[in-house]
């Protein structure tokens, strides 16, 4: 179990630069914050999302090797430990094998709270079968008859982070989060995915735009934003 004292954060993502992109700032401000934050990548996006490499000539393992050190430069710069499991893509195949380590990862670390993807994506199967994978294992991860070296675990929050076109992915945006003070650390972090370079700009005005959100609906003024959507109500003494 973690020996941090301000306990663990997850992130599950179901390719190896999703965390980057979608959940970058979350990761460095709790990384800030002294927060032990764990990174899981189902894949390493080989067959659907990197098509540059593909074009270059790159065999299947070149490109696997290339995603992994893309990605682990990524969570280096933002504080996060990461973790692969080669689970491929294209489909995502979440078997009971890789069921269980995602179960016993839970278990062992305790999350204080889970990102990962949203419920519905049109456009990407393997992302909403993370989802569906990740809440069927944190159901697991919380039943006492299950085989573990480890104690069950509470109630983590689960938050979903936004999709690439969250309007055709029913994506509700329930908290809007400043990533303004790591943006910058974000935004280095999207440049290690070379692979997918054609995604810098784009993130980079969706967290602007975030941002203009957040200030308006916090009053303050924010530059950077991040949005996430809750799968389970927020239980508190006082409404915020």
């Not at 790159?58 to 692969?84: H, M, N, P, Y």
């Not at 329930?174 to 995604?199: G, S, W, Y």
């Not at 950077?224 to 959507?229: I, L, M, N, V």
Request: proline share 5%; glycine share 8%.
């Amino acid at each position: 179990m973690t020996n941090n004292p301000k306990g663990t954060i997850t992130v599950v993502s179901a390719h190896s630069a999703d965390f980057v992109w979608r959940a970058g700032g979350a990761i460095a401000l709790y990384h800030d914050l002294g927060y032990q934050v764990r990174v899981l990548c189902l894949s390493y996006g080989e067959r659907g999302e990197s098509a540059r490499l593909w074009k270059q000539g790159r065999t299947l393992d070149e490109i696997k090797a290339i995603r992994r050190f893309e990605a682990e430069q990524a969570a280096e710069i933002l504080g996060a430990q990461v973790r692969f499991f080669d689970a491929g893509d294209y489909p995502l195949e979440t078997t009971k094998e890789l069921q269980d380590e995602i179960v016993q990862e839970f278990r062992e670390h305790r999350p204080e709270f889970i990102l990962t993807h949203s419920l519905t994506d049109p456009y990407n199967a393997d992302h909403p079968r993370t989802t569906e994978f990740v809440l069927e294992c944190r159901i697991l991860a919380q039943a006492h008859g299950y085989p573990s070296d480890f104690p069950v675990i509470g109630a983590p929050p689960v938050f979903l982070y936004e999709p690439h076109q969250p309007e055709q992915c029913n994506f509700q945006v329930d908290v809007l989060l400043n990533i303004t003070p790591v943006f910058e650390r974000k935004r280095k972090a999207m440049e290690c995915m070379a692979a997918q370079e054609h995604l810098w700009a784009y993130y980079t005005d969706v967290a602007k735009r975030r941002g203009v959100q957040a200030g308006r609906n916090s009053g303050g003024s924010i530059q950077y934003g991040e949005a996430y959507q809750r799968v389970y109500p927020y239980v508190g003494e006082v409404l915020v």
